[in-house]
């Protein structure tokens, strides 16, 4: 069974940073695009940014939501199963429920979410 779980939010102030992690079972993560999305409430989900499965010559291209390129860094470690997000010089606008997405030959799978907060 593909699953995923996140961790990793909490309060963080303007300009800090935090690193949210995305635990996969069932499936190998270098085997499958992995997401992240966040939704603010009130707000539909939103995408933020992918992680490509690994591709001979090509590697695993990555792409961000404009708002947070140059901020945010997808990266995958395939020892232990996870993709990360590293989000620096937050702002208060990146407020929102984090979920990552797993997609691949097995279907796709959600997880529950993960709260980041920025504030002061």
């Known amino acids: 069974q593909v699953q995923v779980v996140e961790s990793g939010g909490g309060l963080v102030q303007p300009g800090g940073s935090l690193r949210l992690s995305c635990a996969a079972s069932?499936?190998?993560?270098?085997?499958?695009?992995m997401s992240w999305y966040r939704q603010a409430p009130g707000q539909e989900r939103d995408f933020v940014a992918s992680?490509?499965?690994?591709?001979?010559?090509?590697?695993?291209?990555?792409n961000y939501a404009p708002s947070v390129k140059g901020r945010f860094t997808i990266s995958r470690d395939n020892a232990k199963n996870t993709v990360y997000l590293q989000m620096n010089s937050l702002k208060p606008e990146d407020t929102a429920v984090y979920y990552c997405?797993?997609?691949?030959?097995?279907?796709?799978?959600w997880g529950q979410g993960t709260q980041v907060t920025v504030s002061s």
């Open positions: 997405k797993a997609e691949g030959p097995k279907g796709d799978s």
């Open positions: 069932g499936f190998t993560v270098n085997t499958y695009a």
């Open positions: 992680i490509s499965n690994f591709i001979i010559g090509f590697g695993s291209p990555t």
